[in-house]
């Protein structure tokens, strides 16, 4: 899992206690009916419908874990669970059946292989959902791949082997095996989805898909009011309110809100009182009207909806401008930002850094956690 960078505002992905159990059963149900598959096979009318209904029993079996292992954006798809519990009964299957003469031998070596598998796979799709930052996921491979050479090394230098033979392997050895091709098969698939969100990560930007991690209500809608770290020129950065206005495939055009009294540019501001925007903003506050670009990556939470009466304004009335030529791309978007951004973490220095007593003082972001 990895670590959200607000610890106070955002939840790490979702985590269950009980999950090693709830795929132990599971695999074990998936066991029970698979294996009379396995021994009967699709011989005759009568076998093939007994086979069929096992099989789509055992797809009922695996729904409940492939909707264990999903995040909460996608738990209610219905449709897409169904392709995963089916996609995961056809994996076990395909590993299963090549095994059938040892698995019958040995039951328990049949249900230990039943659960790797299943793990294994689940392991996938759940580090596909969750893994958001590329960098992050590809260490994560880099660890996996280097405790399966380890491991490895261990079963060869014992006299075990990693090829799945059935003809002369104990259960010892075909369970070594299994647990180790399941391990590389988690690294592999780790590396490949880091690699191809990585590659679009430095090429267009942090994507919108999955959502970053802890976020909810995702993505930002158009009027919606959220605090995200805004870039300023210089590679500060601070956590500000904004009001979203558009959406594109690579950032974010938003408006950023400040506390700081600017009613000496009425031009470049609008005045926005608490008593119209309570439950959004903690007092007073001055919306920029000249449009920031946020990475999807930069945004932390949802504060609430922007106000009928501001928003008809904005559509309207307002002045609201593009980001002068003359003062150059917008900061946040070079490649050194976005390769920072893909290892969570941020280029140049927090804003809300304060002096006291001669010393620096950090609040807790992203970097600290």
């Known amino acids: 899992m990895q670590p959200p960078r607000l610890r106070s505002q955002r939840s790490i992905p979702e985590y269950s206690v009980g999950a090693p159990l709830a795929v132990g059963l599971g695999s074990w149900a998936m066991w029970v009916l698979m294996f009379p598959v396995l021994r009967v096979g699709f011989t005759g009318t009568r076998n093939t419908w007994i086979c069929v209904g096992l099989l789509l029993v055992c797809v009922l079996v695996a729904r ?18 169904a392709v995963r519990a089916v996609g995961l009964c056809c994996v076990v299957a395909a590993v299963m059946a090549p095994l059938e003469a040892e698995v019958d031998k040995q039951p328990m070596a049949g249900m230990t292989v039943m659960y790797a598998v299943t793990a294994a ?68 698939g780790c590396a490949a989805a880091a690699a191809v969100r990585l590659v679009r990560w430095l090429r267009t930007g ?44 690579g950032f974010v055009r938003v408006l950023g809100i400040t506390s700081v ?41 949802r504060r609430g909806e922007c106000p009928d009466r501001v928003w008809d304004v904005l559509c309207t009335k307002a002045d609201v401008r593009e980001r002068s030529a ?34 620096g003082r950090r609040v ?5 956690v």
């Open 121 to 188: 796979a689940l392991g996938l799709t759940r580090i596909v959902d969750h893994g958001y930052f590329p960098l992050v996921l590809l260490w994560t491979a880099l660890w996996k791949a280097l405790l399966a050479a380890v491991t490895g090394y261990w079963i060869h230098r014992t006299g075990g082997t990693l090829v799945l033979d059935q003809d002369d392997a104990t259960p010892g050895t075909l369970l070594l095996a299994v647990l180790w091709w399941s391990l590389t098969g988690l690294s592999a």
């Open 206 to 249: 942090p994507p919108a898909r999955p959502a970053p991690p802890g976020v909810t209500s995702w993505p930002p809608a158009a009027g919606d009011v959220w605090t995200a770290e805004l870039t300023h020129d210089d590679n500060t950065y601070k956590e500000r309110p904004v009001v979203v206005l558009e959406r594109t495939p």
């Open 261 to 301: 009294d600017k009613s000496d540019r009425p031009r470049g501001y609008l005045k926005l009182r608490l008593s119209e925007w309570e439950g959004v903003l903690k007092k007073d506050g001055w919306l920029n009207l000249e449009i920031a670009h946020v990475p999807y990556c930069d945004f932390l939470w």
């Open 364 to 368: 807790w972001t992203r970097e600290k």
């Open 64 to 81: 409940p874990m492939v909707r264990m292992a999903a995040p909460a954006r996608l738990k209610e798809n219905r449709l897409l669970i």
């Open 326 to 359: 003359k003062a150059g791309p917008p900061p946040g978007f070079t490649f050194r930002h976005r390769l920072w951004s893909a290892m969570n973490a941020h280029v140049g220095r927090d804003a809300r850094t304060v002096r006291a007593d001669g010393r």
